[in-house]
């Protein structure tokens, strides 16, 4: 049986960008965990933490996780806290850990992206990110189309360079990958 940990890897995905970025709330968290799901696909075929992202006037989001953001399951608000800080007009919510990252689960190229982007993005608010995460020939870009695919499923294969070897190479791996999941699905 195929043990995937891929929750497990979402909380301590939360629990690394909460731990190495500031202003860490829903939305940078949100565009933190799509960056480095697709860059991860765009590597090798499979994202980390398994999330589907659907497009949304602001940008990626990953439905299920921000379905839970209001009423934290036990797992995940046992690993975080979200504090909320008025600002101005608003409030502000930020991810406080409530314990230490763990990298068991994780490739070496998995935590070398996650340290990537906390670097890049460490001091950013989430609204310098949107150049990033809407990027005009990038995956939600190509899916929004301007409103017409509202809330529609952005898939992963968007990520996967144009070079044909480069591409042949990831949706080979891809496949595999799928291939996997599937056979341990039947096998239960």
Avoid at 27 to 54: A, E
Avoid at 147 to 158: A, D, K, Q, T, V
Wanted: aromatic content about 10%.
């Amino acid at each position: 049986m195929l043990i995937s940990h891929r929750r497990e890897k979402l909380i301590n995905t939360v629990l690394f960008f909460a731990s190495r970025t500031r202003h860490c709330g829903k939305i940078k968290l949100i565009k933190l965990l799509y960056l480095l799901d697709f860059q991860h696909y765009r590597q090798t075929g499979h994202s980390v933490t398994g999330l589907g992202y659907h497009a949304w006037p602001m940008g990626p989001v990953p439905v299920d996780f921000y379905a839970e953001w209001d009423d934290l399951p036990a797992d995940l608000g046992e690993a975080i806290e979200i504090k909320p800080e008025r600002v101005v007009d608003y409030v502000r919510e930020t991810v406080v850990p409530k314990r230490d990252f763990e990298d068991r689960h994780f490739t070496k190229r998995e935590l070398a992206i996650m340290r990537g982007l906390a670097e890049r993005f460490r001091d950013d608010l989430s609204k310098p990110m949107v150049n990033v995460t809407h990027d005009e020939r990038g995956p939600w870009s190509t899916i929004w189309d301007e409103g017409r695919g509202r809330n529609e499923r952005i898939p992963y294969s968007l990520a996967v360079p144009s070079d044909p070897a480069a591409r042949e190479a990831v949706l080979e791996a891809a496949d595999q990958f799928e291939g996997i999941l599937a056979a341990d699905r039947t096998a239960r």
